[in-house]
C-alpha cells in the first residue's frame, strides 16, 4: 500500500510569489495535518482537515490557507512568500483526527530566495 | 504557554541502552506522542501514551506520568541505524494538533 505522497518534493521561489504544496494520504485515512519544519527544530502544526471540513489551525498568518477534497487529498497553499517561509513541509495522514499516531509523507522542502 | 523540554542532543554506545526525558507544559493535554527521525527524512511514529505507565514494543519502551508532566523514551539494545532524532510531541484535544519538542538528537559510538 502507498504511503502518505507528497508533491513536489523540492521547490525554489522568490519572494512575493505564491506556492501550492499537494498531499494524498494513505488510503482510508479521513485526515489529513500539515506541519511547517525547520532545519533544527520540531515541527509546527499549520492545518488539521478531517472529512472535508477544517479541524485545527496554528499560529500561522491568514497567507496560509489550505483545503481538502472529496477523495481526501489536500493543497496547502502560501501566498506572498517571505524568505522566512523556507522551510519543510510535512503532510501527516491519520484514519482519525484526534490521534497522536500520523503517519508523514517525505515533505515538501520549500526554499524562498 | 505551551513547552516540551527535551535534551538537545544525546550519546550511547551500542548495545547499552538509553533514556529520553521530556516534560511538557501544555492546556488540553490528550497524550503524549514519539516520533524518529533520520536526517533528510520523514518523521516515523514510534509511541503514544495517552495513560499513565509504560509502553513496550520491541526495543522501545514510552513511559508517561501525567500528574508528573513528564515522559521518557527507552531504547535497549542500541543499534547504529538508531542514531537519529528523537521528538516528544503532545496532542492537544482542543486543537486536534501535535505540540513538539526540539528534539533529541541521537548519537551512537561503536
Known amino acids: 500500500d502507498a504511503g502518505v505522497t507528497q508533491s513536489p518534493t523540492h521547490l525554489i521561489k522568490t519572494r512575493g510569489q505564491q506556492v501550492t504544496l499537494r498531499c494524498s494520504p494513505i488510503s482510508g485515512h479521513k485526515s489529513v495535518s500539515w506541519y511547517q519544519q525547520v532545519l533544527g527544530q520540531g515541527p509546527q502544526f499549520i492545518f488539521q482537515?478531517?472529512?472535508?471540513?477544517?479541524?485545527g489551525r496554528g499560529n500561522f498568518p491568514d497567507r496560509f490557507s489550505a483545503r481538502q477534497f472529496p477523495n481526501y487529498s489536500s493543497e496547502l497553499n502560501v501566498n506572498a512568500l517571505l524568505l522566512g517561509d523556507s522551510a519543510l513541509y510535512l503532510c501527516?495522514?491519520?484514519?482519525?483526527?484526534?490521534?497522536?499516531?500520523?503517519?508523514f509523507g517525505e515533505g515538501s522542502r520549500l526554499t524562498v530566495l | 504557554g505551551q513547552s516540551l523540554e527535551q535534551p538537545s542532543e544525546v550519546t550511547a554506545v551500542e548495545g547499552a541502552i538509553v533514556q529520553i526525558n521530556c516534560t511538557y507544559q501544555t492546556s488540553g493535554f490528550y497524550g503524549l506522542s514519539w516520533y524518529q527521525q533520520h536526517d533528510g527524512g520523514a518523521p516515523t511514529f514510534l509511541s503514544y501514551?495517552?495513560l499513565d505507565g509504560l509502553e513496550e514494543t520491541g526495543r522501545f519502551s514510552s513511559f508517561l506520568s501525567r500528574s508528573d508532566s513528564y515522559g521518557y523514551l527507552l531504547l535497549q539494545e542500541l543499534q547504529m541505524k538508531d542514531s537519529a532524532s528523537y521528538f516528544c510531541?503532545?496532542?492537544?484535544?482542543?486543537?486536534?494538533?501535535?505540540?513538539w519538542g526540539a528534539g533529541t538528537k541521537l548519537i551512537i559510538k561503536p
Open positions: 501527516a495522514s491519520s484514519s482519525q483526527g484526534d490521534t497522536g499516531e500520523l503517519f
Open positions: 510531541a503532545v496532542l492537544e484535544g482542543g486543537n486536534y494538533q501535535l505540540i
Open positions: 482537515y478531517y472529512e472535508k471540513e477544517e479541524r
Open positions: 501514551n495517552a
